[in-house]
């Protein structure tokens, strides 16, 4: 079975930062594409960032040069690293995972199969 959590979402002033985080095991952390993906009210779920097993990132046109997805090896532990927040940021952040390199490959043509439970962020004005 796959898990992921997520845990780091919260409240926070336009300009601010806050730091996403998504513990899974350690078969899925290497093995598998990893991403983040958000949907805001009333909006269907898009793609942020993503991350394929050798490192290569790919990053939505919205947020490039404001967010940056990592992985951290010894904690088997996904982030996203989001400054420079806009209220347009504002939205439920999912951390997802699929074995399907196409998805880490394919701009988000592709949904993947397994999500975690979200984390909200919220950017006021």
């Known amino acids: 079975q796959v898990q992921l959590v997520e845990s780091g979402g919260g409240s926070v002033q336009a300009g601010g930062s806050l730091r996403l985080s998504c513990v899974t095991s350690?078969?899925?952390?290497?093995?598998?594409?990893m991403g983040w993906f958000r949907q805001a009210p009333g909006k269907e779920r898009v793609g942020v960032a993503t991350?394929?097993?050798?490192?290569?990132?790919n990053y939505s046109d919205s947020v490039k040069g404001r967010f940056t997805i990592s992985k951290d090896n010894a904690k088997n532990t996904l982030y996203l690293q989001m400054n420079s927040l806009k209220p347009e940021d504002t939205a439920m952040y999912y951390c997802a995972a699929d074995p399907r390199a196409a998805v880490c490959r394919g701009g988000y043509s592709l949904q993947p199969n397994y999500w975690g439970q979200g984390t909200q962020v919220t950017v006021s004005s």
């Open positions: 350690g078969y899925i952390y290497s093995r598998y594409c």
């Open positions: 991350i394929d097993r050798d490192g290569t990132t």
